[in-house]
């Protein structure tokens, strides 16, 4: 009788690793094709249209292609952060520039702004979304990602 696999024995004390999900964003990505940023610190009051409102203030109407605030369903609020794609890594350098430590009246803490590490560009977000329950159409189109083309969504 052949014996079972050493992963499925009870006193095996064997680590088992398990793949590890790929992510999305590429292993030598240069730094100045990076696009893809996170704001943190995004007020749990706000939604996608303030978020999007804030962005086209500071005039980056037509550098986004991409924009999404994560909120809770049933609560509607912001889970705190937001993920933006630029048209290319000098308007994402840009918009790091003006909306890092900005703190509008009654926020408690200033935006800070940093890289996606987990996915950079248009088409890794849309594959990223593409299934996700997000996109269900049962879940409001407010808590969706929009994608913009030249400012228009």
Known sequence: MKPPPAALLATDRKRIEVPKKKKMMPPRCRQNELSTLVVRNVPESWGLHDFISLLWWKGFAKDITFVYVPTHYSSELALGYAIVDTINHTSGEDLMYQIRG????????????????????????????RNNNVMHPSIKEAHK?????????
């Open 102 to 129: 900005l703190q509008l009246p009654d926020q408690k803490k200033p935006f800070e702004v940093e890289w996606c590490h987990d996915y950079q560009g248009l088409h890794n977000l849309v594959e990223r979304f």
């Open 145 to 153: 990602p929009v994608i913009f083309d030249r400012g228009m969504p």
